[in-house]
């Protein structure tokens, strides 16, 4: 939820907002407000990378997650970085989705590995 609550206040707050205050201040805000989906996307990684069963398959989705992410960066300069950001929110929740589907799915198929026959 964090996460897509920093995704969103970078949709709705610029970053020309924080001009006018002095420096260190624009520096400390505008860094906590760019950088605020990277810090909760690595905990969220940690916390899914330590319940796995397969870290090996974790980290191999974290990489082509990186990689997609890499992909659609230059992007930002045909839409801008506001919608980039949206991009990346759509991107995040299609993953929560297909995590949740794929637990599903190993729970049940491990539920029928364990029912008696």
């Given at each position: 939820m964090g996460l897509l609550i920093?995704?969103?206040l970078n949709v709705v707050v610029p970053l020309d907002?924080?001009?006018?205050?002095?420096r260190i201040v624009q520096a400390i805000a505008a860094g906590a407000l760019v950088l605020s989906p990277v810090l909760f996307s690595g905990v969220i990684f940690a916390v899914v990378f330590r319940r796995s069963n397969r870290p090996e398959q974790a980290l191999a989705y974290?990489?082509?997650g990186a990689i997609l992410g890499g992909l659609t960066e230059p992007a930002s300069m045909?839409?801008?970085?506001?919608?980039?950001?949206?991009?990346?929110?759509?991107?995040?929740?299609?993953s929560w989705?297909?995590?949740?589907r794929r637990t599903?799915?190993?729970?049940?198929?491990?539920?029928?590995?364990?029912?008696?026959?």
């Amino acid at each position: 939820m964090g996460l897509l609550i920093a995704l969103g206040l970078n949709v709705v707050v610029p970053l020309d907002s924080f001009l006018g205050l002095p420096r260190i201040v624009q520096a400390i805000a505008a860094g906590a407000l760019v950088l605020s989906p990277v810090l909760f996307s690595g905990v969220i990684f940690a916390v899914v990378f330590r319940r796995s069963n397969r870290p090996e398959q974790a980290l191999a989705y974290n990489t082509a997650g990186a990689i997609l992410g890499g992909l659609t960066e230059p992007a930002s300069m045909l839409i801008g970085f506001k919608y980039l950001v949206i991009v990346a929110g759509v991107i995040y929740i299609g993953s929560w989705v297909l995590q949740g589907r794929r637990t599903r799915g190993s729970a049940m198929g491990m539920a029928a590995v364990a029912a008696p026959n």
